[in-house]
T-cell receptor
Framework: NAGVTQTPKFQVLKTGQSMTLQCAQD?????MSWYRQDPGMGLRLIHY???????DQGEVPNGYNVSRSTTEDFPLRLLSAAPSQTSVYFC?????????????FGPGTRLTVT | RKEVEQDPGPFNVPEGATVAFNCTYS??????FFWYRQDCRKEPKLLMS???SGNEDGRFTAQLNRASQYISLLIRDSKLSDSATYLC????????????FGGGTRVLVKP
């Protein structure tokens, strides 16, 4: 199993450009989510999905779109990049099972918007 | 007030010593608690769950104090490899399985 994969690992964008961060998991997990991590801020939830065709907003959804057409893939789209979106983005997946709720994270995408 | 708060540290710990730190949460409906470890420029990984009665995993001990709304992590006999940032995670099932991360506590173990 590859687990959770993310591409690209690094990206530099100019203000106003759009792009899609890719995320895929091969563990058949229902729950997938996107976080951004900024210094001293911890991980903040952007969007999440509890299954194919179902998405919802997290804590900081503005400027981002998601879709979940398959169980495996959960891409995050930046509509019009802004310097405030400079961050490290993590995708995660999990399969709730009783009281265990382990999140499996991808390696992250480091995005710089100039 | 943040929902989940941690002392950012760093906690500078001599190798072999014991270090402990807390994480406070504000939502009394929180029901599940975890500690994650994050190495520099890497993704977070689950370290251990936190059970109501407290639990150990080798040199790591996690405790939950519901009355005072905090969880703690204690590391005994610290190793150089324990240097990392430790994130607490709180889940509120009543809020639709919402996970909230603390900002992390950085631990530096030195020879």
């Amino acid at each position: 199993n590859a687990g959770v994969t993310q591409t690209p690992k690094f990206q530099v964008l100019k203000t106003g450009q759009s792009m899609t961060l890719q995320c895929a998991q091969d563990m058949n997990h229902e729950y997938m989510s996107w976080y951004r991590q900024d210094p001293g801020m911890g991980l903040r939830l952007i969007h999440y999905s509890v299954g194919a065709g179902i998405t919802d907003q997290g804590e900081v959804p503005n400027g981002y779109n998601v879709s979940r057409s398959t169980t495996e893939d959960f891409p995050l789209r930046l509509l019009s990049a802004a310097p405030s979106q400079t961050s490290v983005y993590f995708c995660a997946s999990s399969a709730p099972a009783g009281s265990t709720y382990e999140q499996y994270f991808g390696p992250g995408t480091r995005l710089t918007v100039t | 007030r943040k929902e989940v708060e941690q002392d950012p540290g760093p906690f500078n710990v001599p190798e072999g010593a014991t270090v402990a730190f807390n994480c406070t949460y504000s939502n009394s409906a929180s029901q599940s608690f975890f500690w994650y470890r994050q190495d520099c420029r890497k993704e977070p990984k689950l370290l251990m769950s936190v059970y109501s009665s407290g639990n150990e995993d080798g040199r790591f001990t996690a405790q939950l104090n519901r009355a005072s709304q905090y969880i703690s992590l204690l590391i005994r006999d610290s190793k150089l490899s324990d240097s990392a940032t430790y994130l607490c995670v709180v889940i509120s099932w009543a809020a639709g399985n919402k996970l909230t991360f603390g900002g992390g506590t950085r631990v530096l173990v030195k020879p």
